[in-house]
């Protein structure tokens, strides 16, 4: 096939090539890849010139808008942290009930102990501070040392049984089986007393287990717990008349706790987290708590 011939039906040059008596055709190319890449190319060209582009060993072509990315950057940071700044130095001055009055403060509030409370808490107490098996519930308003604000900000501060903080709360569960304090027959009695404390219907068919294991209680439970079971708050001691339970509520588990004691550990916050953060963190969950 000779170079240069012309196809009858397109009226295209051929390039000479030829495939089974397929011809290709030399057809131009689109005028409007062209026009994209003049546009490209203008385009680039007044980029390199506008903004910073070629870098030039330890420095760059800053551009004729001296568009310095880093700088915007920084600049955002300073002021938004300038802004915090701000609402932070209300947070520190006001009450806790002035603080939750104020719909603005609040809103900063619910944003910020949600950041604080995800980067060092959730990972014990999970994202909604729920809790998990072992770690307890932070807003059903049964605290184990005291849900008031300062309580509450106490225990962030110096955390439990820490041994970071001189001042930690001290808090331990005996282990009454384990360390053969009571004899597994009064384990089990004091074990199904405890179990009917929330929940009565267990004492169903075991009317001399219970009996036997109100009086193990009466002897080695109540200095903690109180007569009634109900906790006390100066000594961690949970609330054994609810449903709410650190290391869970079924029999199983409550024999376990006797049996082997119990003994929680909270890191102290005061060394890592500065009194207006701790502040926010208190606001936050008697905010997502129980409301009066």
């Known amino acids: 096939m000779a170079v240069g011939e012309r196809d009858p039906h397109s009226g295209h040059m051929t390039t000479g090539h030829e495939w089974n008596g397929i011809k290709e055709l030399n057809t131009p190319v689109p005028k409007a890849v062209w026009l994209s890449l003049i546009v490209t190319v203008i385009f680039s060209v007044g980029y390199w010139i506008l903004m910073p582009a070629w870098p030039l060993g330890k420095t760059y072509t800053r551009g004729l808008l001296d568009n310095d990315q880093k700088e915007i950057v920084a600049k955002r940071v300073s002021a938004a942290a300038e802004a915090r700044l701000g609402w932070m130095r209300q947070v520190e001055t006001m009450s806790y009930d002035q603080i939750k009055a104020d719909p603005k403060l609040i809103a900063h509030v619910r944003e910020d102990g949600h950041r604080l409370f995800g980067d060092n808490c959730a990972a014990c107490h999970g994202m909604n501070a729920t809790g998990n098996p072992g770690f307890p519930n932070l807003v059903d308003g049964d605290w184990l040392w005291g849900g008031s604000p300062d309580a509450i900000a106490h225990t962030i501060a110096v955390g439990i049984n820490s041994p970071a903080s001189k001042d930690t709360r001290i808090g331990q ?94 890191p102290a916050w005061e060394h890592r987290l500065n009194p207006v953060d701790r502040k926010i963190l208190t606001v936050y969950l008697l905010d997502k708590g129980p409301q009066p």
């Open 173 to 266: 569960m005996m282990a009454f089986g384990k360390d053969d304090i009571l004899d597994n027959d009064a384990v089990l009695a004091v074990t199904d007393y405890v179990k009917t404390l929330s929940d009565p219907a267990w004492a169903k068919g075991k009317a001399v287990s219970v009996a036997q294991g109100r009086e193990v209680f009466a002897v080695n439970c109540v200095i903690c717990h109180g007569e009634q079971g109900r906790g006390n708050p100066e000594v961690g001691a949970p609330n054994l008349t609810d449903q709410n339970w650190v290391y869970g509520g079924d029999i199983g588990a409550i024999y376990q706790t006797i049996h082997e004691g119990r003994q929680g550990e909270m």
